[in-house]
């Protein structure tokens, strides 16, 4: 089972009328044919709102003004993806179940909030999880409660109380997007399961939307798990991503955590690009990853890179 830690289904969906239940639009690679195909069989599904400001970088007018709007918006797509019939996995005996029970041609989803502003109050976070949300990643850029991508700035006190909130709820910690300030914040403040969905290696592509290896090297200690971006601007400079663009940031996260089991997917895969700024054409090539990984790592290795580590890390994290 090939396990995808970043799918922005929902936004992809309702913004842009990418349904889930169709074929891929032209030029995109995701959907639930494609992805079953494809062997994966685990998503973290988002529920992504774009703030105003990013309306014309993320071309799009399905924006939110304020935190009520971001809630309306995250709502719809909860229900969005209730009506495609897509199951959610909220805890270890769920997890265990649909593992156990798995074979090709089966999808679930682990539901996973980019970007907080949605939940109102930290006071509101209960009837967030009591709809499924199990990862929340406090920023995108930034928001009411961190600072975030091209928005430097720590957690806020907002965000420190809707930490204290989360880890009472049993929810786990995404740090992608988060600016190095509030990775520091919550690095001092956390004791829960921590993870970074969707975040590749500043040493490899500069910018503050990537990780330091000291940041990888510490979610590593505590358990964590970093998924690799298969976004072409996380990937490389400059020029056309490929497959082994992928491998080297698999390979220095891996050397950064001391270890591959803290490594594993989380390509975003459509979310605001489409297959033109990715390293495959077909989500069916995905399968062609794992032989490529052979040449850094052994069997187990390459099949924790690509779906055990984040089932392993689920079992320990979940409620």
């Not at 996995?89 to 179940?97: E, F, H, N």
């Not at 709820?169 to 992608?176: H, P």
């Amino acid at each position: 089972m090939i396990v995808d830690a970043h799918l922005d289904i929902g936004w992809n969906a309702i913004s842009a009328g990418r349904g889930f239940l169709q074929p891929p639009a032209p030029g995109y690679l995701v959907s639930r044919s494609s992805l079953v195909a494809a062997e994966v069989g685990l998503v973290f599904a988002t529920l992504y709102t774009a703030p105003a400001r990013a309306g014309r970088a993320m071309r799009t007018r399905f924006v939110y003004e304020n935190a009520h709007e971001a809630n309306l918006m995250a709502t719809a797509q909860v229900n969005y993806y209730h009506s495609c019939g897509l199951d959610f996995v909220g805890d270890r005996a769920g997890l265990a179940a649909y593992v156990q029970g798995w074979k090709k041609g089966k999808l679930a989803a682990i539901l996973l909030m980019e970007g907080a502003d949605p939940i109102e109050t930290p006071a509101q976070l209960g009837a967030w999880t009591e709809r499924g949300v199990r990862i929340i990643g406090p920023a995108w850029g930034k928001t009411r409660y961190s600072g975030g991508t091209g928005a430097p700035g720590g957690l806020t006190e907002l965000g420190h109380q809707l930490l204290k909130a989360m880890r009472r709820k049993y929810v786990i910690l995404d740090l992608s997007h988060m600016a190095d300030e509030a990775v520091a914040d919550a690095f001092a403040l956390w004791r829960g399961p921590i993870m970074a969905s969707h975040s590749n290696s500043r040493a490899l592509v500069p910018g503050d939307r990537q990780l330091t290896d000291e940041a990888v090297a510490e979610i590593a200690r505590r358990g964590g798990i970093v998924g690799v971006s298969f976004y072409g601007k996380h990937l490389r400079p400059s020029g056309r991503p490929t497959l082994l663009d992928v491998v080297k940031h698999i390979v220095h996260h891996a050397r950064a955590a001391g270890g591959p089991e803290h490594v594993g997917i989380g390509s975003d895969l459509d979310g605001g690009f489409d297959a033109r700024q990715a390293p495959i054409d077909d989500l069916a090539r995905l399968k062609e990853l794992p032989a490529r990984l052979r040449l850094h790592f052994n069997r187990p290795q390459v099949e924790g890179i690509m779906g055990d580590n984040w089932l392993a890390f689920l079992e320990r994290s979940l409620p």
